[in-house]
């Protein structure tokens, strides 16, 4: 006779706050439910009171582990309706702040992911490396997280210290190469654990509009970077790393790899910085009337914000779908039918963010 | 270019696109989002999400969807605040509907598992139903 566990929304296998609602028949999960909202915080509806330079922080606070990627959506949307060309240093110090972001990131999942499969080792060499690049993200911003880099019309610093930041970004490339991305991908252990596990077809995928790695990793070759370029990334080349195994080994791949290209496209960004201005000097952002859609590339996929403007210094409309709200019903798919012990990493292989879905 | 890759045919409201800042927006009728999703679908298009605006007593709603390089928006209006749902032809529309239904009231007719999603449950249904923009600055003495 099938039993129901519910499992959170506070639970020491949940990295965010949400509950799932398993039900069981022995040891084979059935079917999961899934109940979010416990992280909800009405963002949009704040957004819409307040002007866009007070929404710019607002938003940077959706998520602490994807920030910027929010503000510089919200930035590109305003700068897309105004007309607004960022100069080049600007973008492309955009670009670096978000490639940063993506790396910290999927160091953060790679910990955990390594913890909720019992491999301690690899979960702390990781958090180690994780706190290279946290070091520097705070000699670059001032902040370990929350690096209020995007204005509308740019960026808030200047890279003072390119050398130190390429140092770093050296540094961190070794370690990933020689130790972080070989554990992930050569353990044996490791890839008996998660081979099969949690499998999400490309057809699934498809249904349930998932995105980011979670969708790179059944195969589907998508990328906001490439698909509609922003910032500096038509200037920069970059591979999209995809996976046809469609489990949780092929997510952790894609994770493993796309860290890689980060650091190539920060290596990329920061040979060719070009120099001048890192916002725009000679005029006050003035948002008109009108209304755009824009998509960015989040560490979890893709985030679109729809601003709807009626000419005055406060959004009328402002939409934030994050990827996690896309992927994390995609959960239900990949739990049917797999082991109740596999769960844990089943889940955390979609990486949820409940910050970003909740809002 | 006056038209987007993804096409809509045989609807009687014959949407025309127009390009806003790089996108694709069209208004069809309510009665039809399920024939137009079902078009956008079958391009091989995916339903990015779907956004919520207050407009007097019914809501506008706009289902947004990327083709690759394309992003193109289809706006329709609720009727008595009642939309029919996609959700039986796209599970990717469960959680959008059900948003909707928390911050705006929405009924969508059809939809399998009509819940509470985001909202929190001391909050009626509806309660982002509030004017933003100029309109939500307090009036000055």
Known sequence: MPYTIPIGPYHPALEEPYKLNVTCKGEVIEKADIEIGFSFRSIELLAQRRNYIQDLTLVERVCGICSSVHTATLAMAAEKLAGIEVPARGKYIRTIMLELERLHSHLLWAGIGAEVLGFQTIWMEVFNLRERVMDLLELVSGNRVHYAANAIGGVNFDLTDPKAVLDAVHEIKDKLATIIVPAFMQSLTMKDRVAGVGLLTREDVLAYGAVGPLARASGLATDIRQDRPYAAYPELDFKIVTAESCDVKGRILVRALEMLESVRLIEAAMDNLPSGAVRITDTFPVIPAGEVVMSTEAPRGEVFYYLISDGSDIPQRLKIRTPSFVNIPAVQAMVRGQYLADLPIIQASADPCCSCTDR | ?141
């Open chain 2, 1 to 141: 270019m006056t038209a987007p890759k993804l096409v809509l045919k045989n609807l009687s409201s014959a949407p025309e696109w127009n390009l806003e800042h790089g996108v694709w927006f069209t208004t069809i009728s309510g009665a039809e989002i399920v024939a137009a999703v079902e078009q956008m679908l079958a391009q091989n298009a995916r339903l990015m999400g779907i956004t919520g605006l207050v407009k007097g007593d019914e809501t506008q709603l706009v289902y947004h969807f990327s083709a690759q390089d394309e992003i193109c928006s289809i706006k329709t209006m609720t009727f008595r605040q009642h939309m029919p749902s996609i959700t039986p032809t796209t599970p990717a529309a469960d959680w959008a509907e059900c948003e909707a239904q928390d911050l705006f009231d929405v009924t969508f007719d059809g939809h399998p598992s009509p819940r509470r999603l985001i909202r929190p449950a001391q909050l009626e249904a509806g309660f982002y139903r509030q004017p933003g923009g100029s309109a939500s600055k307090p009036e000055q003495a």
